[in-house]
């Protein structure tokens, strides 16, 4: 009997050391795997940052030109008002001159 537990021990310490020694090389492997996949996302990462950096220039590039737009229309604007306020004076002027030539005040 002595022979049997003795066998038997040192068996059940092999298993458990086969098991430790297998959880150790799977955990390397994953963790290879895991550093593998970190630097591909950071490889993806920095791709997707530089495209975020284009993208954000376009747009600022695009709305500083809306507003430039926007400063030219209003100086349109601005200029048609200046010119429709002159006529509406020159019309009020014919209209007075008018209505002295026809005798009314």
Same mark, same amino acid.
Not at 34 to 57: I, P, V, Y
């Given at each position: 009997?002595?022979?049997? &537990? *003795?066998?038997? $021990?040192?068996?059940?310490?092999?298993? *458990?050391?086969?098991?430790? *020694?297998?959880? +150790?090389?799977?955990?390397?492997? =994953?963790?290879?795997?895991?550093? &593998?996949?970190?630097?591909?996302?950071?490889? &993806?990462?920095?791709?997707?940052? $530089?495209?975020?950096?284009?993208?954000?220039?376009? +747009?600022?590039?695009?709305?500083? =030109?809306?507003?430039?737009?926007?400063?030219?229309?209003?100086?349109?604007?601005?200029?048609?008002?200046? !010119?429709?306020?002159?006529?509406?004076?020159? +019309?009020? !002027?014919?209209?007075?001159?008018?209505? =002295?030539?026809?005798?009314?005040?």
């Amino acid at each position: 009997m002595n022979f049997l &537990e *003795v066998y038997s $021990e040192a068996g059940m310490i092999g298993v *458990v050391g086969a098991l430790l *020694v297998y959880v +150790v090389y799977s955990m390397n492997k =994953r963790g290879t795997t895991q550093a &593998e996949d970190l630097k591909d996302l950071k490889t &993806e990462n920095r791709g997707q940052s $530089e495209t975020l950096e284009n993208m954000e220039s376009m +747009v600022i590039k695009l709305i500083n =030109r809306w507003n430039k737009s926007d400063d030219k229309l209003d100086r349109k604007f601005d200029s048609l008002t200046k !010119e429709i306020n002159d006529l509406d004076n020159q +019309v009020s !002027e014919i209209k007075g001159i008018i209505s =002295r030539l026809n005798g009314k005040h």
